[in-house]
């Protein structure tokens, strides 16, 4: 670029035209516009902005600068920035170029030549620009320093095009769903010691793939993504789909606890399956990776699941953490698929336990995926086929008892069962249900059963007498049964 005496010069119109047509032809080299890299004109304000970005170039350790002094050709020369940011020239020394344009560049240049020199008369091009170190924090999947490459000439080639925001929050593997993207801000230097931030509203891409959003980043400018104050589920889909977001195929760790067949920490992909943290592959079909796969992964709900109050816990960049409703509830009657959120790495599921538990309710959730295809429960004692057996999920004690082939008549009890239930603490607990066939689902006499619960029919009265006098008029016969038992004997 020009210093403003070589402008004033130039502007005589026949000296100035003899001396730039003389210099065209013996320098090409030289030309006013060559190596200079494609700026983007300035952006208008707009609402979307606080201010316009200043896209001026400032000059930096790496970049490879011409500087031409008019008619002292030796004078004339290339220079490296070297990390300190000044470079030394024939007669005058030192020059720090460091945080200045090109045309600033020019103006210090002639400022010190002007010593030596009555008229100096100086340019500056930037032939090769140096790589782009920026800074991407906040609610990216991996914050931290960048350094972006340079697309399209180089050298002594103008056509040298430079990354986008896009294209950096891309290197940094993309946003996170707890974003606000349309609050994204860029800071940048415009001086030694000045500094420009705007507000950028990546959401308009999404929206109206207005691209005038995606402003090209200089060396030093940092990003920063913050975490939205309030989730929205709809637009958290739509970011989740937008090629700025983090992997939509790579697996994340998720968290559920609560009302579930299996409570742990699983591996929730798209696609065809997911896993455990145990490795075993759970074949879940297409689709998105959301909280209905998670739980799906985790056995599915039990029978005391509160489907309407679940809670999504996600840990945001800046320590705190989002909390979302969920209502299963409502995506099950109505198909509002906003309620099946997209999880993200790090989250944590919870599924509390319902305080009341409707019987019709509960028999259509047993029909839905939300539910396991089967649980499995024991039933021993006096039925006719005694063992484990696999029931619907939501079944009643007395759809059990029949699945067993009902009490084995003449020595079951058949007043009273024993419900054994392993508790998700570890505690055992026994009760006595009071058996009545007539009853529909209640908690007394006909509780739904859930996963792993044992049944234990009892001997009747007469049962129990029969069994001890064949003890005593056949004690031999008692004692060979032991034996066999226990030691094969006989």
Do not use: C
């Amino acid at each position: 670029m020009l210093n403003k005496n070589l402008l004033k010069f130039l502007t005589q119109p026949v000296v100035g035209m003899a001396l730039l047509t003389a210099f065209n032809v013996a320098t090409p080299s030289a030309s006013l516009a060559q190596g200079q890299p494609v700026f983007p004109t300035p952006q208008p304000v707009s609402p979307n902005y606080q201010t316009s970005i200043d896209t001026s170039y400032l000059l930096g350790g790496g970049d490879l600068i011409r500087v031409n002094v008019f008619e002292v050709p030796e004078y004339t020369g290339e220079y490296q920035v070297p990390p300190g940011g000044a470079i030394n020239l024939p007669l005058i020394g030192s020059v720090p170029v460091l945080g200045l344009t090109t045309e600033q560049a020019a103006d210090e240049i002639a400022r010190r030549y002007s010593r030596f020199l009555k008229r100096p008369l100086i340019s500056v091009n930037l032939l090769s620009p140096r790589p782009i170190n920026i800074l991407v924090a906040g609610e990216v999947t991996r914050p931290g320093a960048y350094t972006l490459s340079l697309s399209g000439g180089a050298g002594n080639n103008p056509g040298v095009q430079y990354p986008t925001v896009l294209a950096a929050l891309t290197t940094a593997q993309g946003v996170t769903l707890a974003a606000d993207v349309s609050e994204v801000k860029l800071k940048r230097k415009t001086g030694r010691s000045s500094e420009q931030v705007v507000t950028i509203n990546l959401k308009n891409i999404i929206q109206t793939g207005d691209t005038t959003q995606d402003i090209t980043l200089r060396d030093g400018d940092t990003i920063i993504v913050p975490t939205a104050t309030n989730f929205d589920v709809a637009e958290a889909r739509n970011l989740f789909a937008a090629n700025f977001a983090a992997s939509q195929t790579t697996p994340r760790t998720v968290a559920i606890i609560g009302e579930v067949n299996r409570p742990g920490s699983y591996l929730v992909g798209s696609g065809g399956g997911a896993e455990g943290q145990s490795g075993t592959a759970t074949a879940t079909g297409g689709g998105l990776p959301t909280v209905t796969r998670a739980i799906q992964l985790a056995g599915g709900i039990t029978s005391q699941a509160d489907v309407r109050n679940l809670k999504l816990r996600r840990p945001t960049r800046t320590g705190t953490e989002q909390t979302v409703d969920i209502n299963l509830w409502q995506l099950l009657q109505s198909g509002d698929v906003n309620q099946d959120i997209i999880v993200q790495d790090g989250d944590t599921i919870v599924i509390p336990t319902a305080t009341e538990v409707n019987a019709a309710e509960a028999t259509q959730l047993a029909t839905t995926t939300l539910s396991p295809n089967a649980i499995q429960v024991g039933v021993v004692g006096e039925v006719k086929n005694p063992g484990a057996l696999e029931i619907k999920p939501n079944s009643s004690l007395n759809q059990a008892l029949l699945a067993a082939g009902g009490f084995n008549d003449a020595r079951a009890s058949r007043s009273t069962v024993d419900l054994i239930r392993l508790n998700p603490d570890g505690s055992v607990t026994k009760r006595e249900v009071k058996v009545d066939f007539s009853q529909g689902i209640n908690e007394q006499t006909n509780p739904i059963l859930r996963n792993n619960d044992v049944l234990v029919v009892s001997r009747s009265g007469l049962a129990k007498t029969g069994d001890s006098v064949g003890a005593i008029v056949n004690p031999l016969g008692g004692l060979l049964g032991i034996f066999r038992a226990l030691f094969g004997f006989f």
